[in-house]
RNA sequence: GCGCCCGUAGCUCAGCGGAUAGAGCAAUUGACUACGGAUCAAUAGGCCGGGGGUUCAAAUCCCUCCGGGCGCACCA
């Protein structure tokens, strides 16, 4: 028999209402996220802890404790239940019976790598859009911060049952894409790099593969132009392409890399304005073609074509969106730096404009910069000044899981500082390697395990009495939570400090807690139980780390 | 001026309105003739930026001030 939490929760509800009627209290609504279990932080509160009577006693007409009190009795009735206590000014304490809070080991065992899954977006098709850096430069750090979140995001989305595409928009048309092929050119020529093009190594490096590529002889026969182009057309795609191997060697693959320049050459964009023509929200002033967005709450109207003919930057995202919604997505998310945090509220009212619903059919993540620290003060990162830390000096300094752990481990609503000096000399104290290690040493226990004739013929929950393994259960059970929690908020950190807390835990149980026999003791069916929670924490250890696109090691 | 994010231990950061605010690193001290010491145990370190408010209960919600970052284009 398990009792899990989120069962736990529903008896709870039964026992509310139920108390609730008696009082007469019908109109008192209570839903299954208000009798939510808390994991008491001191083991003294037990398993798992409500305040459910306190914040529904005003409504009764009573006081907190006198309501506890009333609602323990019932819920000492439920199997499994150890004990039930009032405390404070009204918590209500459970703590279970050893068997119904061990057998979840079992279960994790069971499950294996579909333990933590939910159903939270089942069927739902979600759109994820990350990274997206312009191709006129490898990614820096800000990029890579999205590459790692994004992807984790992806993965935590798919664990509760969404249907997720990663998409890439790739922003090969305007003025930025002309400033690179003028600087490639430039390079070629021998001359100074242009007043607004980009600089840096990577520029020269280009060109020569541009030259390779065509045909050097073939390239100074042509005028100037010409020549641009080439580099252009060329260049594109060759950063394109160097973009889309560091990415893949940063374990990150899209679904989908979208060219924003198609949009314009299958008069998408046209359509899209056609559409929002008719629902009437477009207007004509001052030379120009506007969409009216100050109608859905934006600080000004803005430009959708401009008064030389060219579309503007937003014409190609109302097609883009459009073309998300044509192609089925009910959620579409787009994860930007906070440097495009004033673009949300154009996209909402785009949204709006559309008979969309902003915030849910459109949905932007906002994630602070990250900054490179070096002796303590911030490094300037510019792609133009070619100054960049990029994605390879990233992972080349402390290796791929270490990076993505890094800046994954954090919430995006914070500002990363990053002295690459520490990361590097420091490898070994960033925490994945704890976690990782921690995973490491539940197949180590288990290759010992099976050394000494240590097998899982025997689950006996009752048997897990030990402090450390009360709170190492209580942990499992925990993570089905976490990864929603995760999904709700789109906080893949709390998969990662999970990790940690799950990793302690263990690492705790395992300095107390035997699996294989000591000498010539004989194997018991304690051993034989406490192999199965070994083998439950090396499945959500690595189960976690999956989420998180890090590696789970069975030896280091 | 307006908007978004942040301010928690020496440092980097967690903290879903709950009980004595946590982790890692750094500091001090211990633990292998016991499944891997990349570990564990312990000590020390905090007016949770300041001030109001809401609440039985505030680091968490609201207001305000201070500090830091980032934005406020017919650029992309």
Known sequence: ??????????????????????????????????????????????DWASNIAMKLAR??????????????????????????????????????????????????????????????????KINLEFVSANPTGPIHLGGVRWAAVGDSLARIFTAEGGLVTREYYFNDHGGQIDRFARSLLASYLGEPTPEDGYGGQYIADIADRVVTAYDAGELTRLDRADQQEVFRSIGV?????????????????FDVYFHENSLHEQGAVEAAIARLRELGHIFEADGATWLRTTEFGDDKDRVVIKSDGEASYISGDLAYYLNKRERGFERNIIMLGAD??????????????????????????????????????????SKRAGTVVVLEDLVDAVGRDAARYAL????????????????????????????????????????NAA????????????????????????????????????AELREPHRVAR????????????????????????????????RLWLNDATGTVLRNALGLLGVSAPERM
């Not at 795609?237 to 693959?253: A, N, T, Y």
């Not at 990793?503 to 304690?526: F, I, K, M, Q």
Request: glycine share 6%; proline share 4%.
């Open 1 to 46: 028999m398990l009792v899990t939490p989120a069962q736990l929760s529903a008896q709870l509800l039964v026992i509310v209402i139920d108390a609730l009627e008696r009082r007469g209290a019908v109109d008192a609504e209570v839903t299954i996220d208000d009798v939510k279990l808390d994991r008491p932080r001191n083991r003294d509160h037990g």
């Open 59 to 124: 409504s009764v007409a009573t006081n907190p404790r006198e309501l506890a009190l009333e609602l323990a009795e019932s819920i000492q009735a439920i199997d499994g239940i150890a004990s039930v206590d009032v405390a404070g000014p009204g918590f209500i304490n459970i703590t279970l019976d050893a068997a119904a809070a061990g057998a979840v080991a079992k279960t994790i065992v069971e499950q294996g790598p579909a333990f933590g899954n939910g159903t939270l977006y089942d069927g739902v």
């Open 237 to 253: 795609d060759l950063m394109f392409g160097d973009i889309k191997k560091s990415l893949h060697d940063f374990g990150v693959d």
């Open 340 to 381: 495009h945090h004033g673009y949300v509220q154009r996209l909402m009212a785009m949204t709006a404009a559309f008979h969309d619903v902003p915030y849910v059919n459109l949905e932007v993540l906002i994630g602070q910069m990250v900054n490179l620290v070096k002796d303590g003060t911030p490094q300037r990162m």
């Open 408 to 447: 994954v481990r954090s919430s995006s609503d914070s500002q990363l500082d990053i002295d690459l000096d520490l990361f590097t000399k420091r490898t070994n104290d960033n925490p994945v390697f704890y976690v990782q290690y921690a995973h490491a040493r539940t197949h180590s226990v288990a290759r």
């Open 451 to 486: 050394d000494s004739g240590v097998d899982r013929s025997v689950f006996d929950a009752s048997l897990l009495t030990h402090e450390t393994e009360s709170v190492l259960l209580g942990v499992l059970a925990e993570f089905p939570r976490v990864v929603r929690q995760a």
């Open 498 to 529: 999970y990790a940690e807390e799950l990793a302690g835990a263990y690492h705790r149980w395992y300095d107390n807690c035997r699996v294989t026999p000591l000498g010539d003791e004989p194997v018991s069916d304690v051993h034989r139980t």
